[in-house]
Each structure stands twice: as C-alpha cells, then as structure tokens.
C-alpha cells in the first residue's frame, strides 16, 4: 500500500513538472505559448495539461498547431514497453472501459482540427514493433505518410491500419487518418530529476526563483496543486506573473554589462514549442525548411541553409561578442555555427545542451575535462583512395554504417578513422563543455597529424555525438577542412543512410 501512495505521489509530481516546463514559456517575449493548463476539464484522458499558441506552431508538414493535449504516464520503472495493439487496450492507460485511441477519437469530436494530442510516457516502445518506424524523430508525430501507404491490409503497415480501424469501428482508413493525424508518442520520456534540472533551468531562464538541489523536496510541485486547488489552473501570462509575484518567485535582476546574449538557431522540433532563453528577434527559425529532419526538395544545404545560419550568426557577433547558443537543430549546423564562430572569431560562447540529465549550461572552462574519458582512436586502410572517412561515435555507434556508405560511395576514401568512447556509446558519454572541447582537439590532432602530407585530402565526417562536441570541432574546422559533413536518416523515412550537407573549406 505504502509503495502504491509513493508511486501516486510520484506520479502528479511528474504531471506537474510537465506543466511547468510548458508554463514558463509563458515569460518569455514575445512567446507564442498564451495559454497553459494543468489538470483541464477536458478533453477526457488528454486533459493532464493543456498548452495553447498564438500564432499557432509549426510541426510536421504544412498545418500548424493552435492547442496541444496532453496524456501524461509515469511509472516506477523505465524498462516497460509497448507497442500498438496497447493503444486498443484500456488497461494500458489505467483505465476500465476506453482505449487510447478511443479517448483520442472522442477528443476530437470537440477540439478544433488545428489541435494535437501527445501521449508522454517514461516507457518505451518495443524493440521491433512497427510502431517504432512510425514515430518520426523530427517532433515524435506519427507518420501519417507511412502508415497510410496505399499498401493492403496484410502489409506490416496494414495491419496496424486494421487493428485500430476495427478496434474504433471505422468503415475506411480516411476515418482513421482524421483521428491520428497530429498524434505524438514521446516515449522514454525524462525521470523526475531530469525534470526537475530542466525546470530549474527555464526558471532562471526567465526570472523566477529555482530551487536548490540539496532540498529534499521541490517547490513547483506543490505550487501547480495550489493553482488547481484555487482554481487558478488555466494561467495566461498576466496571471502566471500574477501568480509569481504573491507567491514571491520573481528575481530582481540587472542587466550585467558581460552577459551572455541567448541566441538561438532551430531547424527542428523538441517536446515543448518555444526555445527557453532566447527572443524571437534573436532566433533562426529554419523549421520551414525541412520536413520532419529532411531538408525540403527544392533546397540545398550549401546553397540555402549555410548563408543563413552564416548571416544570423555573424549579426549576432555584432551585438555582443559574448554568445549563449541555443541549437535545437542538425547536427551539421552544429558544425558549422563553431566554424563561423571559430577560435579567432574573439567570441566567448557557452552552449546550453540538452540531454538525459536536464539542460546544462556548458563552456570550454567549465573543468569537466578531468571527468571525462578520451577516445579510444582505430585507423583502417579500406581503400587506395586520399581522402579520409571521420567516424565518432559517441551516443551511437556510425563506425560500420560509416564504412558502408564509404564503400558504396566513396571511391575515393582510403581511410577511416573511428574515435570511440572506451565504454562504447552512450547518452551521458561527454560531461560538460570542456570534455567536449578536449574531445573536438583530440579529433581534430589526429586528423592533421594524419593527413599531414597531403593537407588537400577530403576529410568526411560521420558522427553521433552532442552537439556541443561538434560546435568545437567546427571550431577546429582550418585544421582538418576541407571537409563535408553528414546528417543520417534517424526516421529511416527517406534514403535510410547518410547524405552529404556542408562542404567546409
């Protein structure tokens, strides 16, 4: 019994924190989030919080979002997992009598089309199950174009098609397509104090009082009861800093002539809609650009994406040679604002990095490096070819993906360098800001020593890594360009490899 009351408690703590990571954005100039509830009257089931935009947002495709729903699930372990039969079983969502999806066909008899459900979980899909293959790495939205395929219904797509049609008593898949399009699944979702680390984080991004990590309990859970309790639920950003200021959250701040300027850059979409910290007139919005984590048909890297992020980053240098960067966005660009923003640019930048353990502020003095481990470094003859093949692997392994595309398409590569962590991959493999930068310099070392007699050899990049790491390396760019660098297909919608985006020289 005592263990079920913790995990309750557990539980709203963890709905609660989901508010606020939304709520704060409420602060935020110039925000297009204008409305954030906790614990709504409705819709039945996605009702745990309830975020509004004006303008709406963009999200995959072409339609933008007005409001999102969300179902929010904790649990006490993370190993659970699920696939898509559970959205046709009620006990899935703890409930008796209505499923996922039939919650979600009821929810939108009474939201407006413009309107998207999430369902956010601690779990994790299955291993295998096809709806991994539908749940697009770009904003966690279903894919509509892959599950409605044109394919029979004994296709692998089929037959998730047949088991929720039938389960909703649906006559044809465009019945089905109205009520999942806009669904998002974000699975394997932060623990508690992952949460608790990113709030803290907004907070202090927006002028409200954090709270200390030695305390044994956390403030905000309790406060988004009292909002319920006092039926002050429903927050507009005149009655969240209503709020802040009888409850005393509020920090007086100055303006500190040093100051870091947040600025951000984002080519894709995380869970919340805003980026923390960083106003709309100092944002590069490049959403419009791509299409889930693909580049639109009619682009390219080099010719449409490298001269704005060039142009946005070198204004910003203009007002303040001090730069937060905020990079929601490819990897490849990552690369390439450390190459604008090089060593000799006279810029001190820090890195806001997201991950497993919450946002974190990180710089190149930030004394991680001692923490952290070096590469693990293997050179390979492969080829007779000049050129050389870079691959790091950090949070994923690329090497034997790296060497396949190599093989297939590069003729002219001969080596491949792979820098490994000593404990193989990993989400928490790199520290801080100067591990990552120690690991940049080390990459970097080796490649000119390397290729020291023949400074004209092609250097191509393949790496999973965070992008802090790779804005250092951009850093170190003059020493190992010229080079191109690779985004791979993580939603294995489009080319399922890798495909060439900057060219660096």
């Known amino acids: 019994m005592a263990d079920a009351v913790m995990a309750r408690w557990h539980g709203d703590n963890y709905q609660a924190r989901i508010f606020w990571e939304n709520a704060f954005n409420l602060l935020l100039p110039h925000s297009c989030v204008v409305e954030v509830t906790f614990e709504a009257n409705g819709p039945k089931a996605f009702d745990d919080v309830v975020v509004k935009y004006d303008p709406p947002v963009a999200r995959s495709g072409s339609e933008r979002v007005s409001a999102e729903y969300h179902q929010v699930k904790w649990h006490v372990q993370t190993g659970g997992r699920f696939g898509y039969k559970d959205f046709i079983h009620p006990d899935f969502i703890g409930a008796k009598s209505f499923s996922l999806l039939e919650r979600l066909q009821q929810a939108r008899r009474t939201t407006p089309a413009s309107a998207h459900f999430a369902f956010l979980t601690t779990y994790r899909i299955k291993d295998g199950d096809p709806l991994a293959k539908l749940i697009s790495g770009h904003d966690k939205t279903l894919l509509i174009e892959r599950l409605f395929d044109g394919t029979t219904d004994k296709s692998r797509m089929g037959k998730i098609r047949k088991c929720w049609r039938e389960h909703l008593k649906l006559t044809n898949d465009d019945e089905l397509k109205a009520i999942v399009r806009g669904l998002r699944v974000l699975d394997g979702h932060r623990t508690l104090e992952e ?194 093949a870079v691959a790091i692997s950090v949070s994923q392994p690329t090497t034997a993906q790296a060497q396949a595309y190599v093989t297939e398409r590069l003729p002219n590569v001969g080596k491949l360098i792979s820098f490994d962590m000593p404990t193989g991959p990993g989400q928490q493999n790199v520290v801080g800001g100067e591990h990552a930068a120690a690991l940049a310099e080390q990459v970097s070392n080796h490649v000119r020593e390397v290729r020291v007699n023949d400074l004209d050899a092609i250097v191509h990049i393949f790496a999973a890594c965070p992008n802090s790491l790779l804005f250092f390396l951009g850093q170190y760019h003059q020493a190992i360009a010229p080079c191109i660098v690779y985004e791979f297909d993580f939603d294995r919608q489009a080319h399922k490899t890798y495909q060439p985006s900057f060219i660096i020289d």
């Open 195 to 388: 949460l608790r680390s990113e709030i803290n984080f907004r907070a202090q991004s927006v002028g409200v009082l954090t709270c200390n990590a030695a305390d044994s309990d956390f403030r905000y859970d309790e406060l988004a009861r009292q909002l319920k309790v006092r039926q002050l639920n429903t927050l507009n950003r005149e009655a969240f800093l209503q709020f802040c200021h009888d409850e005393g959250l509020l920090v007086e701040r100055g303006v500190e002539p040093d100051s870091f300027l947040p600025i951000a850059i984002r080519s894709f979409l995380g869970p919340a809609a805003d980026i923390v910290g960083a106003t709309p007139e100092h944002t590069l919005l490049l959403t419009d650009d791509f299409r889930h984590r693909y580049l639109q048909d009619d682009l390219e890297w080099q010719r449409d994406i490298r001269p704005k992020v060039e142009t946005f980053l070198r204004a910003a240098v203009r007002k303040c040679t001090r730069l937060r960067l905020i990079l929601d966005a490819h990897a490849s660009i990552a690369f390439l604002a450390g190459a604008v923003l090089n060593l000799k640019s006279g810029v001190q930048t820090e890195l806001v990095q997201k991950g497993r353990v919450g946002t974190r502020t990180w710089r190149a003095d930030d004394e991680s490096a001692a923490r952290g481990t070096r590469f693990e470094i293997v050179d390979d003859e492969i080829g007779k070819g000049r050129n050389i």
